[in-house]
């Protein structure tokens, strides 16, 4: 189990948000956990559940990311929403969407809410890691009065840029080793 810190780009201050931490745990079922916590969410926007599956969109709101990269400039976005929905593409290259990606099984995607923290647990099996060989986590936040903010475990640049190859900072194992 491992625990990493995101960052607000410099450039996108959030208003009431302390904190986001993320929670990396693969779990003996073969399932990857990945648990998003936020601290200071007194103006979260939450968008409302709309069931699970396939969703468009889902970073122009509160929405929480997972990249896998391969190591010779492919890689793999995943979206969670709050909304229960999900998205999954995969790029060629740098911004170089290939296509929409169908994962194994289906994420599960749980949050709960209370005064100042929110949390949202997101399962994915185990299979999505592999090909990666790194990862970048991500959270884009939306705040009342339409207030956004883009938290990372780094930020390379002068504008948000998830998708920066500098971003895929956590070094994963083979397969072998898991």
Known sequence: MQTF????HPSFQPARV???????????????????????????????????????????TTCFELFLYDGEGRYREYNF????????????GYRNVDANLDPSQTPEIAHESGNTVFVQTVFLHQRELEGAQSAALAAVIEETEDRPSYWAL?????????????????????????
Do not use: N
Not at 5 to 8: A, G, H, I, N, V
Not at 82 to 91: E, M, N
């Open 5 to 8: 810190e995101l960052k607000p």
């Open 18 to 60: 302390r904190s986001i931490s993320v929670r990396w745990m693969e779990l003996p079922d073969k399932r990857l956990m990945l648990r998003y916590r936020l601290d200071g969410c007194e103006q979260l926007v939450v968008p409302a559940y709309r069931g699970r599956g396939r969703g468009e969109d889902l970073w122009k």
């Open 81 to 92: 929403s709050p909304s229960g929905q999900w998205a999954a593409y995969g790029f060629s």
């Open 154 to 178: 780094e930020h390379p640049g002068l504008k948000p840029d998830f998708h920066d190859p500098a971003c895929f900072r956590i070094p994963l194992a083979s397969a072998g080793e898991r």
